[in-house]
């Protein structure tokens, strides 16, 4: 007994002495248990403590999740920036490199995402992170039958990798199998009850029309994610489907961005409400109060359509350009600004919408190459 006693003090006096002397123990937990609870900002935060306290600046482990964050969070650009500091540290890195390509996928990065596809193939075969970036390059260049053949790939690698089963469901409702897709998603939702894995399920529920199962899955998501304004917004697209419950889809938009007033699904879903009501002001207005908390390539676009609505000329040709500087091949933004053209033009311009696997390498080395080669930009 009394050695017992003796050993208890030993330990308490080692974790007495584990903090003080690691005071950057407490932070790191902090930004991981914030970004288990999609806390992005938050764990933006507590990674810059992390650094700031222990001296980590520049940690490719901190990179990498701080690039995480910021990417779920909307901040492409400085996202993009973490994860290119994440590279140059060490170019043989897989870890959340898929992320990275789904990242230069969505700022229409082909040659960015050419490259980096290669890199990562040549780098380790073995990987999932590797066949899904040639996955979405293949996507990018409109082989999407390929996509999918390299997305099961990944999968036959690592069969409970999240981000290969929600590219299954993303490829399979665009290609219009929506059953299927619901199938990929629900994968993914059991591996990891993540936001995008519900907002995966629900697009494929509506495109079926299957409004029961839609909202009960954006209403775990709000169980699953508790105070998350992605997760009320997502209640918010429900109900938005339905004129009967267009007041009920306001308030969980409004209530989404007293939760978070960056929260661009919320800002850009209860704009088009405003204008359905043709209300261009307070649609304007809902977008600005967004920007202001973080600006979006996504927001300014939708912002400068509001603006072409009220003949507003001017204002949406700054807010087009500002699309643009933030991601210069936003395709909402360069249609806008063409349609605006063609009005200046006295053409007439565009009516906008408001609803706006093996492991060998020899099977597949002709369909890599070619998925991959760069002259196909050319």
Known sequence: RTRAKIDGRRRSRGRAHWFPRRPWLAPLAEAHGCAQRHEHAAAVDAWAEVARVGDFE????????????RMEMGDDVDAQYAFAR?????????????????L?????????????????????????EAWLAVALHADARGDRDAALRFVEKAIAL?????????????????????????????????????L???????AAYLSTRKYKEALCTAKEAVATLPNNAYAVAL??????????????????????????AACADAALALSDLHLARGDHAEAA???KRSLGALE?????????????????????????????????TCEAALAGLDNVEKMMRGGGGDDLDDESVGHSGAANSAELDEALDGSAFL
């Not at 490829?171 to 990891?192: D, K, P, R, T």
Request: hydrophobic share 45%; with cysteine; net charge positive.
């Open 285 to 287: 207005a809902c977008l």
């Open 235 to 260: 209640v918010g697209r429900v109900l938005a489907t339905s004129p009967e419950g267009t007041d009920k889809a306001r308030r969980a938009f409004q209530k989404a961005l007293a939760l978070d």
């Open 86 to 102: 994440a590279r140059a540290m060490d170019p043989l890195n897989l870890d959340h490199m898929d992320h990275y390509a789904v």
């Open 196 to 202: 995008n894995s519900y907002r995966g399920l629900v």
């Open 104 to 128: 230069s996928r969505r700022r229409g990065g082909v040659g960015d995402l050419n490259r980096l596809a290669r890199d990562l193939v040549a780098a380790n075969r073995r990987r999932p």
């Open 296 to 328: 979006r390539d996504a927001l300014h676009a939708k912002l400068a359509d509001v603006h072409v609505q009220a003949d507003e000329i001017p204002a949406a040709l700054a807010a087009y350009h500002a699309a643009l500087s933030l991601n210069p």
């Open 158 to 194: 690592d069969s409970r990798h999240v981000l290969a089963f929600r590219l299954r469901g993303e490829l399979l409702l665009a290609a219009g199998q929506a059953e299927h897709a619901i199938v990929a998603y629900f994968q993914a939702n059991n591996y990891a009850k993540d």
């Open 58 to 69: 520049g940690s490719l482990h901190g990179l990498l999740r701080t690039a995480r964050a």
